[in-house]
């Protein structure tokens, strides 16, 4: 598993997981692999430790004692920068799966998992970009090229500046585009 943290600093993680045997065997996987690991058992914790600190990572367990993993997603779609999601479910079905990869989960791990399940699944959520095709074909005939655009740009550039915390250089750097384009672009807006 290779650690992809966004800043100089190690990456952290918040597992959401409710079964008490699963979330510790789970966090000191991957706090060998280097991250910061915290944990929570239900929604509620969740949504403490998400609004404290953003992490880099989320773990977060489909069916929770006192909600859903949407109840959850809806807090992360505020947050900036935005963690990576990864969903883990063994009751999950095709429609949540979907509701879940609409709302930006990157990766779905199937209980049980073995740990080597896990580094794979979190490694590629880390480092593989999403399918965008899908997407954009879906919207060919909705949506004027024009507004995929300005909305590419409304949503990247913030995120860029919020992963860079502030620092247009690193953010240009991030979004693999000139400063003097960035600043344009921030102009424009």
């Given amino acids: ?5 966004r800043s100089g600093s190690p990456p952290s993680c918040v597992i959401v997981e409710d079964d008490d045997r699963l979330r510790p065997v789970m966090a000191g996987a991957l706090s060998a692999h280097g991250f910061r690991v915290r944990e929570a058992g239900s929604v509620k914790d969740a ?5 404290e600190q953003t992490p880099d990572l989320l773990l ?14 809806n807090v992360v779609e505020e947050l900036a920068p935005t963690p990576r999601v990864v969903a883990v479910s063994g009751a999950a079905g095709p429609d949540e799966s979907f509701r879940l ?5 990157r990766a779905y791990l199937k209980k049980p998992f073995s740990l080597e399940e896990l580094e794979t699944v979190v490694d590629r959520a880390l480092s593989e970009p999403p399918d965008l ?5 879906s919207a ?19 995120e860029a500046l919020a992963r860079a915390k502030g620092n247009r250089r ?4 991030v979004l693999s585009i000139s400063r003097q384009l960035l600043q344009h672009i921030l102009r424009r807006a």
């Fill in 60 to 73: 977060l367990d489909v069916a929770l004692p006192d909600g859903r993993a949407l109840d959850v997603l």
């Fill in 170 to 173: 690193v953010a240009a750097r």
């Fill in 133 to 137: 095709a899908p997407h954009l074909k």
């Fill in 101 to 105: 990869a609409e709302r930006g989960v």
């Fill in 140 to 158: 060919v005939g909705l949506i004027p090229i024009k507004s995929v655009e300005e909305k590419v740009r409304s949503t990247m550039v913030p």
């Fill in 1 to 5: 598993m290779r650690a992809n943290p």
């Fill in 47 to 51: 949504l403490l430790m998400l609004r």
